[in-house]
């Protein structure tokens, strides 16, 4: 039984792949590529492209993974997909597994690897951490995340509106994540929790790429214009 390795790729600019991540990439037979549609490009494997050794003709396999809550159609998911990777590796090959950014956050290897540990457990498994979005983003924009003895709370965008105001109250930098269509909810309940005008707002999408927007301001600079309109965004709000 061959390893399977899961490269964090990053979150989109090649140049922040790791060493280890080009190395395993480069020695892969077979790249498995998570996307949320048929017949929509893996952003993963748009991020690595340019490092594949061409003369070895990776063969690239796209898994499909639906945006949707439905537990029954995740799960199924999972399932389906874990299978197909198990076979893949039964045929001896080197098989890299891509995520974006990092693996162990909010990625689809996390389901993945839980279900290859519970029923392929013969199936030996290396992880390559990844540079995360956020880091990236507040490299970009010149932010701390955190300093002294400052607490961070990461937010992923389909929220309970009021968890987010409790964290909110304890915490001094809010992160959200995911879809940035739905970030502008909560600005007047960070408000509400002790977040001044003062504080530091900034806003990414499509960090890395062609598309890229980065936007700073403080919170009561905050319009309707300073939204995304992406799946790909960040919000980062940091008390002053
Ligand atoms: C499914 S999560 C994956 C997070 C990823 N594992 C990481 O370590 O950053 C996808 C979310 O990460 C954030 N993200 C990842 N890469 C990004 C990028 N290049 N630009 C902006 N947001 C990004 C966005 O919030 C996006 O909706």
């Not at 990053?10 to 998570?34: H, S």
């Not at 490009?41 to 050794?53: K, N």
């Not at 995911?178 to 502008?184: A, P, S």
């Amino acid at each position: 039984m061959t390893d399977l390795v899961c490269v964090g790729c990053g979150p989109g600019d090649p140049d922040l792949l790791t060493v280890k991540a080009v190395k395993a990439i480069r020695n892969a037979d077979v790249i498995i590529c998570p996307t949320s549609k048929e017949g929509k490009t893996s952003i993963a494997y748009s991020i690595i492209t340019s490092v594949i050794d061409s003369s070895k003709k990776p063969e690239i396999i796209n898994l499909v993974f639906p945006m949707v809550k439905d537990k029954e159609t995740l799960e199924s998911t999972w399932e389906r997909n874990a299978q197909a990777i198990a076979n893949v590796i039964k045929s001896g090959k080197n098989v890299v597994y891509l995520t974006v950014g990092d693996p162990s956050l909010y990625s689809t290897w996390i389901y993945i690897q839980r279900e290859l540990k519970a029923k392929y457990p013969e199936i030996k498994i290396t992880v390559i951490p990844g540079i995360v979005s956020m880091f990236a983003f507040a490299s970009k924009v010149g932010i701390s995340i955190a300093e002294g003895d400052e607490t961070v709370a990461v937010i992923p965008a389909c929220y309970d509106l009021s968890r987010v105001k409790e964290t909110a109250k304890n915490c001094d930098t809010m992160i959200f994540l995911k879809d940035g269509r739905y970030f502008d909810q909560v600005i007047t309940l960070l408000k509400e929790a002790g977040f001044s005008d003062n504080s530091i707002f900034a806003i990414a999408q499509d960090i890395g790429t062609d598309e890229e927007i980065v936007k700073k301001l403080t919170l009561g600079e905050v319009t309707k214009d300073a939204f995304t309109n992406k799946y790909f965004s960040i919000m980062v709000v940091k008390r002053v």
